[in-house]
Nanobody, 121 residues
């Protein structure tokens, strides 16, 4: 099985910064896509940013220029640097990994339990 664990959330004032980390562990041979999603109260979960193994990235329009996603393939870890935070960034942030468990096997998506980010005005 694969375990995905996020860390780094917390309370910050508007304009501040936070860095989220997410580490995948377990039995697998590779991770293609690693991503961050968020879900605010009463809203649907939405993509924040994703990064593939080659380093190519995708961002939601709402975070472009403020958030940066990166990954350390050797550590199976993905990071989300969040700058110039706004109250509307308040949400539970979830990490996911598209993971290949064995050669010629399927690629499955695993999710972490989430970490709370709260931005006060």
């Amino acid at each position: 099985q694969v375990q995905v664990v996020e860390s780094g959330g917390g309370l910050v004032q508007a304009g501040g910064s936070l860095r989220l980390s997410c580490a995948a562990s377990g039995s697998f041979i590779g991770i293609n896509v690693m991503g961050w999603y968020r879900q605010a109260p009463g809203k649907q979960r939405e993509l924040v940013a994703s990064i593939i193994s080659s380093g190519s990235t995708t961002y939601a329009d709402s975070v472009k220029g403020r958030f940066t996603i990166s990954r350390d393939n050797a550590k199976n870890t993905v990071y989300l640097q969040m700058n110039s935070l706004k109250p509307e960034d308040t949400a539970v942030y979830y990490c996911n990994t598209d993971t290949t468990l064995r050669y010629a096997g399927p690629t499955l998506r695993y999710w972490g339990r989430g970490t709370q980010v709260t931005v006060s005005s």
